[in-house]
């Protein structure tokens, strides 16, 4: 098994541009979800989805949207990028064990927006 | 809004020493706690999931405590050696999403 698979691993953007981070997944999870890590702020999440067809907001989602069309493919959309969204981006993948969701990281892509 | 907070943010010490990190939760109200471990420039990785049920958990040299009623928990490691440099991250469900830590950077040096 791969696990958790992103791309791409780095990105330099400029201001405007799109673009999406892709993230895969081959361990049947239902539920995924994008994160965000900054400096002084930790990991904040972006947007989640408990199954195919199902994306719900997190805490920081304006900018991003997701869709999730299949199980095992949840991408990240920037669709006007912004020097703000200069970060890394994890996306995850989790199964639930005694009611906890046990969460599986990509490696990670790191966005520049110039 | 539950908060997240871990004490200390780095932490430099020698080869083999036993050592504690520290995490407290504003929101009591949780069924569970997760500790994960980033190296640079990767992922996180999960380590220990403890229950609300639990006391505490253990893995290999890693030992994880919580006490729901003041708010806490601590990753203890034991014997450290240089390959457990890295960054610990603990976090707490809020619905169906993870609030985390800023994390506890760890260097042990050699």
């Known amino acids: 098994n791969a696990g958790v698979t992103q791309t791409p691993k780095f990105q330099v953007l400029k201001t405007g541009q799109s673009m999406t981070l892709q993230c895969a997944q081959d361990?049947?999870?239902?539920?995924m979800s994008w994160y965000r890590q900054d400096p002084g702020m930790g990991l904040r999440l972006i947007h989640y989805?408990?199954?195919?067809?199902?994306?719900d907001q997190g805490e920081v989602p304006n900018g991003y949207n997701v869709s999730r069309s299949t199980t095992e493919d949840f991408p990240l959309r920037l669709l006007s990028a912004a020097p703000s969204q200069t970060s890394v981006y994890f996306c995850?993948?989790?199964?639930?064990?005694?009611?906890?969701?046990?969460?599986?990281f990509g490696a990670g892509s790191r966005l520049t927006v110039l | 809004k539950q908060e997240v907070t871990q004490i200390p943010a780095a932490l430099s010490v020698p080869e083999g020493e036993n050592l504690v990190l520290n995490c407290s939760f504003t929101?009591?109200?949780?069924?569970?706690l997760q500790w994960f471990r980033q190296d640079p420039g990767k992922g996180l990785t999960s380590l220990l999931l403890?229950?609300?049920?639990?006391r505490e958990q253990t893995s290999g040299r890693l030992n994880a405590s919580l006490d729901k009623s003041s708010g806490r928990s601590t990753l203890y490691i034991a014997a450290s050696q240089p390959g457990d440099s890295a960054t610990y991250l603990c976090?707490?469900?809020?619905?169906?999403?993870?609030?985390f830590g800023e994390g506890t950077q760890l260097t042990v040096n050699p």
């Open positions: 995850a993948s989790s199964y639930s064990q005694s009611g906890a969701n046990v969460l599986t």
């Open positions: 361990m049947n999870h239902e539920y």
């Open positions: 989805s408990v199954g195919a067809g199902i994306t």
């Open positions: 929101d009591s109200a949780i069924y569970n």
């Open positions: 403890i229950q609300s049920s639990q």
């Open positions: 976090a707490v469900p809020s619905g169906s999403r993870l609030t």
